[in-house]
């Protein structure tokens, strides 16, 4: 087609584009409190007139792209769960890679529906004695309704984090389209469309820049004067696009979340998205705000979004006082001052500073499979019973790629879908779920060497510890600070959506995690400023929370919390009625257990709060003790020997002492084969994340064909196509859970010696599936770098390096050695652990 020709094809599509219909029409969202339906509804559009969607017209000239860790398909996709995600930690997109329409899904980290409240019941401190004691002399359904009334938040429902809108595209490319290509470079952190239209190659790449702080998507061609397209910024509601203030190249999205307090005030926060196209050559023209170029040679679009939340720091500040469309503005005139070239190279640089410290090499992948897009690789899992050792490669690469993505200094948290969520009320709100999920998110920082990327998690903590303690106190009179079952960017710390919401201990599980960040890194400044605050406070309110058991109770005597559940699982009374209230659940116990343990360390660490700490350990040794049933074998879930209602229930929550804690260990010899029985008990399937923790939880018993057998359930079963987990649907945790339990198959470090420091568990649950490979740049506690290989399933070759001097034991198999690190000089040894 001649470029005339093309304006005028250009021309008459433009009256029926979908751009120019109404925005994606909501699908009302599921009850928070019970899981959505099982698939995850394709996103709604307008029939695609994207031939192109059409897999088979495509095949036979798809070729694989060159690159080591790359998802690649050889479609567009047709639905959500098939885009590929970019993100720079705030700003992120899905992209769908569309020949005739392309379009992009755009999120910004900050955008959530809702304001700032108490949400605290005061009736519930009052209540709170009543309750503990209807739960000590078993009558559970009473404490449910007593609790029902009196402790719930109010309102006892959060607001969704929501999408910020979408970017549509449409390219004249109808017809004679060949050797299409769609792929994510985990190598590089960009996404590209490659095809060929009327024997002109055109490619578009995309990548979300930490750097920049902008989304750049170029689009090029091989033969002068070829691109053509046409853009619009839309979404659902609250929103409008139109031309930038004078800024004839850029289009500009604005708008309000909707959203009224009780007296009638507008309380939503702004946001915006700002399109700008640099082009070299050809036309751009802006109507009303859909952008038109025309006959260019290349153009690169750069996206920036924003909202008015005032910030994690600062939360309860108004929303009226940022202006998201000035910041949008900003960001793009200093993004646009750089070159394409000079924004990717800075970008890959950034990105790879962070990705490459670890690599992992599970060699040799089959050739055939390797060959394979990656949604037909999946789906071979099916055939040959096995994931190919390329696959777990690229997906543990991909959740490592997730994090960085999600989370980066400065960023919110990454929370139920990261930050890539396309609804305005999106499957549980997207929140921040404290009873597993947010806390699997942050499973591979430390091991995988992404510690910054730990950062935004301990920035949520911070900005929730006030209104923690508001709750502490409001509901149980406790001082310290407290948050239940999920939180969002307003600081909701009471108890939501039922009673499953009351379960007090997520700032105990939280505050585990900057000590965490402490084993692996070392860093004290962080433990004594930043990390210590929080744990304490977390371990004040548990302090004050737990109850002697009274008499006639199995734990009387013992310090117990009242009340608890097993998240989010149900018992049978001996009546037969079913509950989840109790009182002392082994979870709980465990969790606090650790905590404790990690303040009394602390304490010794830092060399201050000596009557904290002397507090900590009597409350320890009071502590109610976890018991084994005499029913099952396994670790008793309660307090009492009750029967699951689900013996195969999502949640592992009592195995919480095998991981993340490490309460139940070969120390522990019938408590850990306890934890084995439960978890055989508990089943190979589940939801994604589930599997993902049982992931862990099988290396953790040192059984790598187990834990293999777990990594191909979760690839072949609750593995969308573009490598997301999914529930269903889609969530991130399973993601981050899987990379972790890969992780510790091949390193384990929680382990004590006898004088404080880490065992490094070399190799502890290698499958028999990769007799051979080698994994670099793995992080143990302690601040030990370590680099493994191995063939013919055996460790072959080791190298341990650490910054500062370090006293380790080394254990393979029943081999263990005790070695001093000094500073900066690596030690390598081989399957012996005799250093060379
Ligand atoms: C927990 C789980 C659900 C879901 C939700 C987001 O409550 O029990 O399965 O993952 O979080």
Request: charged fraction near 20%; aromatic fraction near 8%; charge should be neutral.
């Amino acid at each position: 087609m001649k470029l005339n020709q093309q304006i005028l094809f250009l021309l008459t599509l433009l009256g029926t584009l979908p751009l120019l219909h109404a925005a994606t029409p909501s699908r009302s969202s599921a009850r928070k409190s019970s899981p959505p339906a099982e698939t995850t509804p394709a996103l709604e559009r307008k029939e695609i007139r994207d031939v192109w969607a059409d897999r088979a017209r495509l095949e036979s000239s798809a070729s694989t792209p060159a690159g080591r860790h790359l998802l690649w398909y050889t479609r567009p996709a047709k639905v959500w769960e098939e885009a590929l995600p970019i993100g720079n930690g705030a700003l992120g997109a899905m992209m769908f890679g569309g020949v005739a329409d392309e379009r992009l899904q755009l999120n910004v980290d900050t955008l959530w529906d809702g304001y700032p409240l108490d949400p605290n019941n005061p009736e519930s401190a009052k209540a709170l004695p009543e309750i503990r004691r209807l739960l000590f002399d078993g009558k559970n359904q009473e404490a449910v309704d007593l609790a029902g009334k009196t402790m719930m938040g109010r309102p006892p429902r959060i607001k969704s984090y929501q999408t910020l809108g979408e970017l549509w595209l449409e390219t004249p490319h109808l017809q004679n389209i060949q050797h299409y290509s769609r792929t994510l470079n985990l190598d590089e952190a960009w996404t590209s469309v490659s095809y060929a239209h009327d024997g002109v190659t055109c490619t578009r790449e995309a990548f979300a820049t930490a750097v920049d702080r902008v989304i750049v998507l170029r689009f090029t061609a091989d033969k002068p004067g070829q691109v053509s397209f046409r853009a619009i910024l839309k979404r659902e509601r609250d929103a409008q696009c139109g031309p930038a203030p004078a800024d004839p190249r850029s289009i500009l999205l604005t708008g309000r979340i909707d959203r009224k307090d009780d007296a009638g005030r507008q309380r939503g926060m702004k946001f915006a998205a700002q399109l700008t196209a640099l082009n070299d050559g050809g036309k751009v023209s802006n109507d009303e705000g859909i952008l038109t170029v025309t006959g260019a040679n290349s153009v690169t679009l750069l996206i920036a979004g924003d909202t008015s939340y005032p910030g994690l720091k600062n939360f309860t500040g108004s929303v009226e006082t940022i202006d998201p469309a000035a910041r949008c503005a900003e960001t793009i005139a200093k993004a646009s001052a750089k070159s394409f070239a000079v924004l990717k190279e800075k970008h890959i640089a950034d990105y790879q500073q962070l990705a490459h410290r670890v690599s992992l090499d599970l060699r040799p992948a089959p050739a055939a499979a390797a060959a394979l897009p990656t949604d037909e690789r999946i789906a071979l899992i099916k055939q040959t019973g096995v994931p190919d050792p390329g696959l777990v490669e690229n997906y543990f690469q991909f959740g490592r790629y997730l994090l960085i993505s999600s989370s980066r200094p400065g960023s919110m948290p990454a929370n139920l879908q990261g930050i890539w969520a396309w609804k305005l009320e999106n499957p549980w709100n997207a929140d921040f779920h404290i009873n597993i999920n947010l806390q699997m998110n942050y499973w591979p920082a430390e091991t995988t060497a992404l510690p910054e990327c730990h950062l935004p998690l301990f920035d949520l903590m911070d900005a929730i510890v006030k209104p923690g303690e508001r709750s502490a106190q409001t509901l149980y009179g406790a001082r310290g600070w407290v948050v239940h079952h999920l939180t969002d960017a307003w600081g909701f710390t009471a108890p939501a959506d039922g009673p499953w919401g009351i379960w007090p201990v997520g700032a105990a599980w939280l505050a585990l995690h900057p000590w965490q960040h402490y084993q692996f890194t070392g860093d004290r400044d962080f433990l004594r400023q930043r990390g210590w605050p929080l744990m304490k406070g977390a371990a004040r309110f548990i302090l004050d929370f737990l109850v002697e058991a009274p008499a006639g109770t199995p734990a009387a005597g013992k310090l117990v919390t009242n009340p608890s559940h097993s998240p989010e699982n149900s018992f049978r009374l001996p009546n037969g009625q079913t509950q989840l209230f109790t009182y002392g659940a082994a979870m709980d116990l465990e969790i606090i257990h650790e905590l404790l343990g990690a303040c009394v360390e602390t304490a010794r660490v830092l060399d201050c709060d000596p009557d904290f700490r002397a507090e900590c350990q009597r409350a320890l040794e009071r502590l109610a003790p976890v018991q084994i049933s005499r029913r099952t074998g396994g670790i008793q879930e309660w307090i009492e020997d009750y029967e699951e209602v689900e013996p195969q229930h999502r949640h592992v929550s009592h195995l919480f002492g095998v991981y993340p804690g490490g309460m139940f260990s070969l120390a522990t010899p019938e408590l850990f084969d306890a934890a084995r029985k439960s978890l055989v008990r508990r089943g190979d399937g589940a939801t994604g994340w589930s599997l993902g923790w049982k992931i862990n939880l099988w290396a953790r018993l040192h059984d790598g064909d187990h834990a293999f057998k777990l990594v191909t359930n979760l690839l072949r079963d609750k593995t969308l196509p573009n490598l997301f987990d999914t529930h269903p649907p889609f969530q991130i945790d399973g993601n981050f859970g899987a990379v972790s339990g890969l992780t510790e198959m091949l390193l384990q470090s929680h382990v004590r010696t006898p004088d404080g420091g880490y065992e490094i568990h070399l190799l502890p649950a290698l499958p028999s599936a990769w007799p051979q490979g080698s994994v670099k740049g793995l992080r143990a506690r302690g601040g030990v770098t370590v680099d493994l290989g191995w063939q013919n399933n055996k460790l072959t070759q080791v190298r341990l390096l650490s910054k500062d001097p370090v006293k380790t034991r080394v254990r393979y198999a029943d081999t263990t050695r005790d070695l001093t690190l000094s500073p900066n000089r690596p030690l390598v040894f081989d399957d012996s652990l005799a250093p060379r």
